[in-house]
């Protein structure tokens, strides 16, 4: 059965990488969460997808730049009338401890090679014995290697924009147990072979109803959705036919 993974939490609806996305996303029913990992300049790892704050709050500047502190005092939530900080990974996994969400980590370390933000991420995973729960993904795969030495029980998945050659073989290669492709850049084909060989396939971002259905019709491993209302609606739908 397809699993709902929200993407940066319920994303149509609320902040993005906010707690509130994340809570609204555990209300709507979807199985885990994506969500997107920087380092402070002082080291603490904080829940923001791009580089720069300045198009999710009301800062601006490198994430690299900014202390915790700092941070912290941002609003990232620019269009809603209520404040909402960028919440720290420790705060996040405080709350699954709370839940059974799984939490697909990527770590935005393409453009910073953030130096050991792999080991931080690792030992907050296992302080909070996460381990099970967890998938850490990439579009760095020397960072996805890079996590499996480290933590071999941890699952990890390399993401994908352009389309990859046997991407079980290249999964198998790097001891991935999934891949996280462009939902577009994947063909039928490749997800049910990839999926025969015991790989885990869960496509990003699919909020298109046409989309979702092909997805749930190959028995994807996950959609990665900003919409978790919209695709449980849909596979719902979906799982009632003969």
Not at 18 to 44: H, I, N
Not at 208 to 213: A, C, I, P, S, Y
């Amino acid at each position: 059965m397809t699993q709902i993974f929200a993407h940066r939490g319920y994303s149509a609806l609320f902040a993005e990488n906010t707690m509130s996305a994340f809570l609204e996303a555990e209300k709507a029913g979807a199985d885990g969460l994506e969500l997107d990992v920087q380092l402070t300049r002082d080291g603490e790892i904080v829940v923001i997808h791009d580089e720069k704050v300045d198009r999710t709050t009301n800062g601006h500047g490198f994430v690299k730049d900014f202390s915790y502190k700092e941070i912290s005092r941002l609003n990232a939530n620019k269009k809603g009338i209520k404040k909402e900080p960028i919440p720290s990974l420790i705060e996040v996994f405080e709350w699954l401890k709370t839940n059974q969400l799984i939490c697909n980590i990527e770590m935005k370390n393409g453009l910073f090679p953030y130096e050991g933000m792999e080991k931080k991420v690792i030992d907050l995973i296992r302080k909070y014995e996460l381990s099970n729960r967890i998938i850490i993904s990439s579009f760095n795969h020397y960072s996805i290697v890079n996590s499996y030495r480290l933590a071999p029980e941890i699952e990890t998945a390399p993401l994908f924009l352009e389309a990859i050659y046997m991407p079980w073989i290249y999964s198998q290669s790097i001891r991935a147990k999934g891949i996280h492709p462009k939902h577009s850049s994947i063909p039928d084909h490749i997800i049910s072979t990839t999926l025969d060989n015991g790989i885990a396939v869960r496509p990003y971002t699919v909020n298109r109803e046409v989309d979702l259905k092909r997805l749930f019709r190959l028995k994807c491993t996950a959609v990665i959705t900003d919409n978790p209302v919209k695709a449980l609606k849909i596979k719902k739908q979906y799982e009632k036919r003969p």
